[in-house]
């Protein structure tokens, strides 16, 4: 099951102007309304945290009366800005967005009336009952106060659903409402990332494909992996003597540069969890390390160094081991930079001169030849590559070969040839035109020539 779901901003705003504290810049509304679903849900846990840890230097801010701002979604899944509820009559701000509170007051009434549905009573109980089951873990405690620092006021005291120590790591397990909300979740979060605990959430049921603000709000927040306990569950904790869950989480996948999730569902135990207390996250498969590894395959810096390292090692190669490995650059080419185009094959004849005498200049041996030193590298170049010398040359003088070059050019051809190169540029001869075919791949390849590819010389 695959998800790929962009914010929207709704159509009109009661804030526009949004002001950026970090970087002192206008946020531009648009923007950073349009993107990826996970990064705006992300921001707006941030916009809450933020405020909760210290409400005298918040993130974004209303620009007419400097109040700290929060980010809500309308009932038709839109985000909009509104002044923080703290905030909001405190400052003289004509514009009002009071209004607009009362579905969130609602929301938290709820929230506290549905602490004791029998839905919620029965899912602390399958908890609890799975926590007695596993072998590892403390006597589990519902509804006990969580006591924090001895410094830390008793107010912000926390009564998880279900708490447990399991080696050494103290756990909080809260049930998951349709109606939880924000403050409630960051509110928490803030207050376990201050005492070294974590909280473990645990849904009901779990769909990827119709997923609630309130179930985003942690999921998101929380890499991507979320937990869910039953019956079912409970058979297994007893059975294997380890709390069992289910785990619902998602593996990232590229469609061309955009990042697809695949939804799976996978029947864990709580012992191979991983738990960061400092990110405030708890989960079995790491979302986000995948994702930095598959979206480092498109960065441009990593493929230079990629084609670096197999013109060096298969360079010269006549395997179906290079073909693929080849083929593999290419696609992944055609997605990082498509104006970039690439022969099918890499041994394509000026294609591979080409690139093989200008990372022989750049390294300053033989690459892509089964040569012994550079010297040799301009004999072919000056044979058999007149077109490509221009790039040749400029890779040369870019990483300062000349004097390695004299002192390989024993008997003087290179010397001379220089001059026979120089006069031929200047008679224009047709032979020494430059082919301009690959410049935007050696652009790419060596950006230290970069700008006098650019020029578009002729001689
Ligand atoms: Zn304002």
């Known amino acids: 099951m695959y998800t790929h779901e962009v914010a929207k901003p709704t159509e009109q705003m009661l804030l526009c102007n949004i002001l950026d504290l970090d970087s002192g810049e206008t946020l531009d509304l648009e923007i950073f309304l349009s993107r990826e679903l996970a990064a705006v849900i992300q921001d707006r846990g941030e916009m809450a945290a933020r405020y909760n840890r210290d409400a005298e230097r918040p993130w974004l801010v209303c620009q007419i009366c400097s109040g700290a701002v929060m980010l809500v979604r309308t009932q038709q899944r839109r985000f909009h800005f509104r002044h923080h509820p703290d905030e909001e009559g405190k400052r003289d701000c004509p514009i009002s967005t009071r209004g607009s509170f009362s579905a969130e007051q609602i929301n938290s009434m709820k929230y506290n009336a549905a602490k004791e549905s029998s839905a919620h009573l029965r899912l602390k109980g399958i908890i609890r009952d799975s926590l007695v089951a596993d072998a590892q873990c403390s006597e589990p405690q519902v509804e006990k106060v969580w006591r924090s620092m001895p410094t830390a006021e008793r107010a912000k005291w926390r009564k998880p659903d279900v708490q447990v120590e399991r080696a050494g790591q103290r756990l909080a397990f809260e049930v998951q409402l349709s109606t939880t909300f924000l403050t409630e979740i960051v509110g928490r979060r803030e207050f376990y990332r201050a005492n070294g605990g974590a909280i473990i959430w645990v849904f009901e049921h779990f769909d990827p494909t119709e997923t609630r603000t309130a179930e985003e709000d942690i999921f998101f927040l929380n890499n991507l992996n979320v937990f869910i306990v039953n019956e079912a569950t409970l058979e297994r904790s007893r059975e294997a003597k380890r709390m069992a869950l289910d785990c619902w989480h998602a593996i990232p996948h590229l469609r061309g540069r955009t990042v697809v999730n695949e939804w799976v569902m996978e029947e864990i135990f709580l012992d191979q969890l991983i738990v960061d207390t400092d990110a405030q996250q708890v989960f079995f498969f790491d979302y986000q390390a995948y994702r930095t590894t598959l979206e480092a395959t498109l960065d441009l810096k990593h493929l230079r160094l990629d084609f670096y390292n197999f013109w060096l090692t298969l360079g010269t190669s006549d395997c179906l081991e290079a073909d693929v490995a080849w083929h593999s650059l290419q696609n992944r080419m055609s997605i990082a930079a498509p104006h970039i185009p690439l022969p099918k094959s890499f041994r394509h004849g000026k294609f591979h001169g080409a ?90 390849l060596v950006p230290e020539i970069k700008e006098k590819l650019a020029e578009g010389r002729e001689w």
């Open 355 to 444: 690139v093989s005498i200008v990372l022989s200049a750049k390294y300053g041996w033989p690459v892509g030849y089964r040569l012994q030193r550079l010297i040799n590298v301009t004999n072919t170049a000056f044979e058999s590559y007149k077109a490509f010398l221009l790039a040749f040359g400029w890779t040369l003088k870019a990483f300062n070969r000349d004097d390695l070059l004299t002192e390989q050019d024993t008997k003087g051809t290179w010397g001379k040839r220089t001059k026979i190169i120089r006069d031929a540029f200047h008679d224009h001869d047709e032979a020494y035109r430059q082919d301009r075919s690959y410049n935007l791949f050696l652009a790419f």
